[in-house]
């Protein structure tokens, strides 16, 4: 990571898959405990990050004590976060809980020279995402009203990610995407979860990164699903204001 008093520090954490009871596991792994850890391990990077980004599947059993965990472990650190659903988690439910300072429901957020646009991919009752119209549009205007250096964050991964069963249930209408992000040069870097597992893949200038989980990992490059070794990370990012960046992800060892 390169230090500059000029750029903008941000952080993604993703897929946490909360529930209400902290000490419940998924496929072996108590969620909240991992995240704690990440979390600390978070806590110790220098200089701290401007932002946070979490993008998706906070929670697994889709309830409001989940995402109070999620509200009570993120408002600790003090540093202001943003959200996006997945398609384990209920809008309606983060809205009402995760709206309270440091953590906002914003989805356009101006900082360090960028623009940072959060989109909704999620779908009521679907593995798979997609962008609504609605949601398309208001992007388009986004860009339309600011030429600065542009992150995108979004649950799904429009881009293949060669794990056969993962891109069967990633963004379903990518193309559409692409043809907004094809015709507005500053947009510089998608983010995304879902996939749990570190990705990475430039289309036309865009730099496209994919996150490993807070928790449980995903073997990349499978034909059908499969629980991966690797440990639970973040990522980390540095902006600068002339639309170059720096990334890192960070592997947190569990006790």
């Keep these: 990571m390169t230090?500059?008093?000029?750029?903008?520090?941000?952080?993604?954490?993703?897929?946490?898959?909360l529930f209400a009871d902290p000490e419940r596991e998924m496929m072996g792994c108590v969620t909240a405990r991992s995240l704690q850890a990440v979390l600390a391990q978070l806590q110790q990077v220098q200089p701290q990050p401007d932002v946070?980004?979490?993008?998706?599947?906070?929670?697994?059993?889709?309830?409001?004590?989940?995402?109070?965990?999620?509200q009570s472990h993120i408002s600790a650190l003090g540093i202001p976060a943003y959200w996006i659903p997945g398609n384990h988690d209920r809008p309606e439910l983060m809205d009402q809980v995760l709206a309270t300072a440091p953590i906002s429901t914003q989805?356009?957020?101006?900082?360090?020279?960028w623009n940072l646009l959060l989109l909704t991919s999620s779908?009521?009752?679907?593995?798979?995402?997609?962008?609504?119209?609605?949601?398309?549009?208001?992007?388009?205007?986004?860009?339309?009203?600011?030429?600065?250096?542009?992150?995108?964050?979004?649950?799904?991964?429009?881009?293949?990610?060669?794990s056969e069963w993962m891109d069967q249930i990633?963004?379903?209408?990518?193309?559409?995407?692409?043809?907004?992000?094809?015709?507005?040069?500053?947009?510089?870097?998608?983010?995304?979860?879902?996939?749990?597992?570190?990705?990475?893949q430039t289309?036309?200038?865009?730099?496209?990164?994919?996150?490993?989980?807070?928790?449980?990992?995903?073997?990349?490059?499978?034909?059908?699903?499969?629980i991966g070794s690797q440990k639970p990370g973040f990522r980390l990012l540095t902006l600068f204001p002339n639309g170059s960046h720096s990334t890192v992800v960070q592997r947190v060892e569990l006790e």
């Design 203 to 226: 289309r036309n200038g865009v730099t496209y990164l994919g996150t490993p989980s807070t928790c449980v990992q995903f073997e990349p490059r499978q034909a059908q699903f499969a």
């Design 52 to 70: 946070l980004l979490l993008t998706g599947d906070l929670s697994q059993d889709e309830t409001t004590e989940s995402y109070e965990q999620l």
């Design 3 to 17: 230090n500059s008093p000029v750029s903008l520090r941000v952080a993604q954490i993703t897929d946490t898959h």
């Design 123 to 162: 779908i009521a009752g679907r593995v798979e995402g997609g962008l609504s119209a609605e949601t398309l549009d208001w992007l388009e205007q986004q860009l339309q009203a600011s030429d600065h250096p542009t992150l995108i964050a979004l649950h799904h991964p429009p881009l293949l990610i060669d």
């Design 107 to 113: 989805k356009a957020i101006q900082c360090g020279g």
């Design 170 to 200: 990633g963004l379903r209408n990518a193309t559409d995407l692409f043809a907004i992000l094809d015709r507005n040069p500053q947009v510089k870097l998608v983010l995304f979860g879902h996939i749990h597992q570190e990705f990475i």
